[in-house]
């Protein structure tokens, strides 16, 4: 662009630029470059073993990349702590395993975080909780210890846990995964309203209609690399590479 020739970064939220993840020297991700803009929904689809987490867990460094890099906002992260610290702060993660703390209530396990790491008031952190309870419709079962919840209401719970943070991006891995689909439809219309929004979200699904309906743009990954990024209307309906195609008949027809 003229009078911006000096700049390299896009105006992208979140860019992986040229990210690969191994595991003891054995590379699982190739060479993954993506930019995510602000208030966008990327459905990350593929087969088991395509590397769909790795690459996620690479985003806010649970994994950090073997290669490439992870810029947040145009700036580099993960290199030292302080930059890591900020990585953890503006990325929440949702897990297919809830990972709440069985003693503590609903409220507790949402305020830990911003008390303990962000340093916020006792009182201030509770209000921002049950702000956070209510959004993913929680608000009666503040005083609720886990093991009380479903597991959709868990979830929700663990949603609301890394909205209390205040993330710039949140990113699902299979967050629906382990419900029933009743319960896995709480869920999804709960992360139907982050999208609406406009919370920047990458999300890791087995479920076609939310990546058709809900996503922007569909990245289809297999044997480690993107074989195909589109809207995703295209590609769900109109998939180019023979792989794609593949894998989106064979998850229809099961
Ligand atoms: N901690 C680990 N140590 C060693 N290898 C791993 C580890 N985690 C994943 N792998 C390997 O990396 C590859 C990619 O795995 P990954 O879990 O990222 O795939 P995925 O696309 O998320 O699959 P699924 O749909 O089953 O969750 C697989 O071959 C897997 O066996
Ligand atoms: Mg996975």
Not at 27 to 30: A, C, D, L, P, T
Not at 143 to 149: A, L
């Given at each position: 662009m003229q009078g911006r020739?000096?700049?390299?970064?896009?105006?992208?939220l979140l860019s992986l630029d040229g990210v690969c993840v191994a595991y003891r020297q054995h590379?699982?991700?190739?060479d993954v470059s993506l930019d995510v803009a602000a208030g966008e929904v990327v459905a990350l689809i593929g087969p088991s073993g395509a590397g769909k987490s790795s690459l996620l867990r690479a985003i806010n460094f649970l994994?950090?990349?073997?290669k490439g890099r992870i810029l947040l906002e145009g700036r580099e992260v993960g290199g030292t702590r302080r930059s890591l610290d900020a990585l953890r702060r503006d990325v929440g993660m949702v897990f297919?395993?809830?990972?709440?703390?069985?003693?503590?209530?609903a409220l507790e396990n949402v305020m830990l975080a911003p008390v303990?790491?962000?340093?916020?008031p006792t009182e201030q952190a509770r209000d921002r909780a049950m702000k956070q309870l209510a959004h993913v419709g929680l608000a009666d079962h503040a005083?609720?210890?886990?093991?009380?919840?479903s597991g959709g209401q868990q979830q929700r719970i663990a949603i609301a846990r890394a909205l209390a943070m205040e993330p710039k991006v949140m990113l699902f891995d299979?967050?629906?995964?382990?419900?029933?689909p009743e319960l896995g439809a709480e869920v999804l219309a709960t992360m139907r309203t982050l999208a609406g929004e406009g919370m920047t979200m990458v999300v890791v699904t087995h479920e076609m209609h939310f990546a058709e309906d809900v996503a922007d743009r569909v990245v289809f990954m297999a044997d480690g690399r993107v074989v195909e990024v589109n809207s995703a209307g295209k590609l769900m309906?109109?998939?180019?590479h023979p792989r794609t195609q593949r894998f989106l008949d064979a998850v229809r027809n099961r």
């Open positions: 020739s000096m700049s390299t970064t896009s105006n992208a590379e699982v991700v190739h994994e950090p990349p073997s297919q395993s809830f990972n709440l703390f069985p003693h503590l209530t303990h790491t962000l340093g916020v005083d609720v210890k886990p093991s009380k919840c299979e967050p629906t995964s382990s419900l029933d309906r109109d998939p180019k």
